[in-house]
């Protein structure tokens, strides 16, 4: 996972937790779920890239670069 990827990840699950507060405090249903749902996604998106990376350093394990 390229440095962009995790600080572009990590940036939405941070609004993501900012939404879903902004909403907790105003009595917003929808935003606070939004947030839910941009935690999630940058999660979800975390979660693959981790496993491609551990295909790639497989990968090099076994062709030796």
Request: net charge negative.
């Amino acid at each position: 996972m390229s440095a962009g990827d995790k600080f572009d990840n990590k940036a939405q699950e941070m609004g993501g937790k900012v939404k879903e507060g902004v909403g907790k405090v105003t009595d917003d249903e929808r935003l606070e779920a939004e947030g839910q749902a941009d935690q999630s996604s940058s999660k979800f998106k975390q979660a693959g890239e981790k496993v491609k990376d551990a295909a790639k350093n497989a990968k090099d394990a076994i062709t030796g670069n």
